[in-house]
């Protein structure tokens, strides 16, 4: 197992976060590795947007379905998409990819909170002002790990194939 593979294996959601700030060079640098993600025609459709205020992060925390510890985050980013990009949801959904596993290398938590598709989508974009040309892709609340709870993950074998499916 190389440094990237054990990044990736050892990152999980993370729900519990201690209220210390989360380091700006760490912000800057995971924002960094979601830009670098592979895109569609090079068409970059991501708008990704980095909440702190307390109030804010209250009110989006409301207005999901799943999200409600985005309240007690020091952070989440907000990803968007060009909504007109015909690949906009695989190229957010690629960044936002990146996007945590650039956070988890800096030992920061994160929990991938869904939006696309959401009933709170648009409510969210309009409470942020986001231009109405992008609709919300993912949430992304992030801070130091206060708990880490490791869910079980399925069997590599089970959840693979080789040249062609067999019924076993």
């Not at 947007?49 to 907000?78: N, W, Y």
């Not at 648009?122 to 040309?133: A, G, W």
């Amino acid at each position: 197992m190389n440094v990237i593979t054990a990044v990736i294996k050892g990152r999980h959601s993370i729900r519990k976060f201690k209220q210390a700030p989360v380091d700006e060079a760490f912000i800057h640098d995971a924002i960094e590795c979601a830009v670098h993600a592979p895109t569609a025609m090079n068409l970059q459709p991501w708008l990704i947007g980095v909440v702190r205020d307390k109030v804010m992060l209250g009110k989006i925390a409301e207005l999901t379905d799943h999200g409600k510890f985005i309240s007690q985050a020091p952070l989440c980013f907000t990803v968007f998409g060009e909504r007109t990009a015909k690949y906009y949801l695989e190229d957010c959904c690629a960044a936002t990819e990146n996007l945590i596993l650039g956070l988890h290398s800096y030992g920061v938590g994160s929990c991938w909170v869904a939006g696309d598709k959401k009933e709170y989508a648009e409510d969210i974009r309009k409470l942020l002002d986001v231009p109405e040309k992008y609709t919300l892709v993912s949430l992304v609340p992030a801070g130091l790990p206060d708990d880490v709870a490791l869910a079980t993950k399925k069997e590599t074998k089970k959840l693979v194939f080789f040249d062609q499916f067999k019924k076993e």
